[in-house]
Nanobody, 123 residues
Framework: QVQLAESGGGLVQAGGSLRLSCVAS????????MGWLRQAPGKEREFVAA????????YYADSVTGRFTISRDNAKNTVYLQMNSLKPEDTAVYYC????????????????WGQGTQVTVSS
């Protein structure tokens, strides 16, 4: 079992930046792909970004490409999401996710996910 705890959400004006963090605990973090999903009010949960265990491969939803950057520090069991040039449509609960491959995260079917952190972008 992997436990995931997100932090870093908050209220920011459009054009601003936030950095989300997610710390993994429980069974070994080793080998897992990590990523972020989000769910806006009244909408289904969607894929945002994913990163392989080695950080050699990263993937982004078209809506965030060029604005968001995912990274990880395996020594700290932590994954990050740097969000720049935020837009009101980025408002959502952001969930950290873990899976055996980046593919399961990209398909919105991770093995594990956290409780979420709220990101609100005002116009």
């Amino acid at each position: 079992q992997v436990q995931l705890a997100e932090s870093g959400g908050g209220l920011v004006q459009a054009g601003g930046s936030l950095r989300l963090s997610c710390v993994a605990s429980g069974r070994t973090f080793s080998g897992y792909a990590m990523g972020w999903l989000r769910q806006a009010p009244g909408k289904e949960r969607e894929f945002v970004a994913a990163i392989s265990w080695s950080s050699g491969n990263t993937y982004y939803a078209d809506s965030v490409t060029g604005r968001f950057t995912i990274s990880r520090d395996n020594a700290k069991n932590t994954v990050y999401l740097q969000m720049n040039s935020l837009k009101p449509e980025d408002t959502a609960v952001y969930y950290c996710a873990a899976g055996v491959t980046t593919g399961v995260i990209r398909r919105n079917t991770p093995e594990y996910w956290g409780q979420g952190t709220q990101v609100t972008v005002s116009s």
